[in-house]
T-cell receptor, first 113, second 115 residues
Framework: GENVEQHPSTLSVQEGDSAVIKCTYS??????FPWYKQELGKRPQLIID?????GEKKDQRIAVTLNKTAKHFSLHITETQPEDSAVYFC????????????FGTGTRLTIIP | NAGVTQTPKFQVLKTGQSMTLQCAQD?????MYWYRQDPGMGLRLIYY???????DKGEVPNGYNVSRLNKREFSLRLESAAPSQTSVYFC??????????????FGPGTRLTVT
């Protein structure tokens, strides 16, 4: 089955700096790659996603890039703010829609004021 | 819309006891999922249901059973709880066949402790 590895497991950045989280996947048939944010004690929520026919997608301060050849994708957060502190999960799916997402193990991002 | 709701929020069980976690969604979604979340392990899929009347195993199904009661409700049952099942359980739903809308919506979670 699919295997998703995520790095780093923890990341601390100064407020205003950029943060980058990286994931690799094993199944070349994977075609959908979402990122979820989970604040402490809360439920995971989708923040951005990308399909395999797109190399990059941006939404305000958040961007995701995908390299299908290398089988890796990354989350970029620019101009970080204290409210960006959370755990971020990447995921991959080989299904037609988004059934059976395989999640990475998460990155705890801390923004230092 | 309440979105995805789960009951109970917290539960403590003794080893060997059974219980059912309830999940309901009011978004008319076809697909529903049960995940467990353990520290350092991310979210792991236990079971999912692509539509009413169908269920499939995920990554970690052993020790669990599910029922897709109708389109709204998807329950998770622990027949004989074990300490290894101590975890936070999340239910989620999605409508993957709705064009462009692949987001999974999660419930608030159930924190289960098995002693």
């Amino acid at each position: 089955g699919e295997n998703v590895e995520q790095h780093p497991s923890t990341l601390s950045v100064q407020e205003g700096d950029s943060a980058v989280i990286k994931c690799t996947y094993s199944d070349s048939a994977s075609n959908y790659f979402p990122w979820y944010k989970q604040e402490l004690g809360k439920r995971p929520q989708l923040i951005i996603d990308i399909r395999s026919n797109v190399g990059e997608k941006k939404d305000q301060r958040i961007a995701v890039t995908l390299n299908k050849t290398a089988k890796h994708f990354s989350l970029h957060i620019t101009e970080t703010q204290p409210e960006d502190s959370a755990v971020y999960f990447c995921a991959a799916s080989t299904a037609r829609g988004n059934e059976k997402l395989t999640f990475g193990t998460g990155t705890r991002l801390t923004i230092i004021p | 819309n309440a979105g995805v709701t789960q009951t109970p929020k917290f539960q403590v069980l003794k080893t060997g006891q059974s219980m059912t976690l309830q999940c309901a969604q009011d978004m008319n979604h076809n697909s529903m999922y049960w995940y467990r979340q353990d520290p350092g392990m991310g979210l792991r899929l236990i079971y999912y249901s692509a539509s009413e009347g169908t269920t499939d195993k995920g990554e970690v199904p052993n020790g669990y059973n599910v029922s897709r009661l109708n389109k709204r409700e998807f329950s998770l049952r622990l027949e004989s709880a074990a300490p290894s099942q101590t975890s936070v359980y999340f239910c989620a739903s999605s409508d993957p066949h709705s064009r462009g809308r692949y987001e999974q919506y999660f419930g608030p979670g159930t924190r289960l402790t098995v002693t």
